[in-house]
């Protein structure tokens, strides 16, 4: 069973940055895409961005592109998602995603997820 833990979320003023972290466990890490996603009160969850197995490709949502950063040390076993120049709009809870069967990762075809980690952007 995969387990996900999320750490490194928390509170900070628009501009600023955070650095998201999630440890993977219990199986072949790089056979698994691996993806943030973000679901803000009142809103579906979102794709925020993804990275392949072995790190070559992402992929980032519009409102994030050039802000954060995707990327995975697959000996540690762990993604990341560094968020700069962040806003209250990003305000949500972000999820760790696991998906071993599609490189696009959706809601449906995400196979474990994390417990999620509050990120709150003040103005």
């Known amino acids: 069973q995969v387990q996900l833990v999320e750490s490194g979320g928390g509170l900070v003023q628009a501009g600023g940055s955070l650095r998201l972290s999630c440890a993977f466990s219990g199986r072949t890490f790089t056979r698994y895409t691996m993806g943030w996603f973000r679901q803000a009160p009142g809103k579906e969850r979102e794709l925020v961005a993804r990275?392949?197995?072995?790190?070559?490709?992402?992929y980032y949502a519009d409102a994030v592109k050039g802000r954060f950063t995707v990327s995975r040390d697959n000996a540690k076993t762990t993604v990341y998602l560094q968020m700069n120049s962040l806003k209250p709009e990003d305000t949500a809870v972000y999820f760790c995603?696991?998906?071993?069967?599609?490189?696009?990762?959706?809601?449906?075809?995400?196979?474990?997820w994390g417990q999620g980690t509050q990120v709150t952007v003040s103005s």
């Open positions: 990275i392949s197995e072995l790190g070559t490709r992402t």
């Open positions: 995603a696991a998906d071993s069967t599609t490189a696009t990762m959706t809601v449906s075809s995400v196979d474990y």
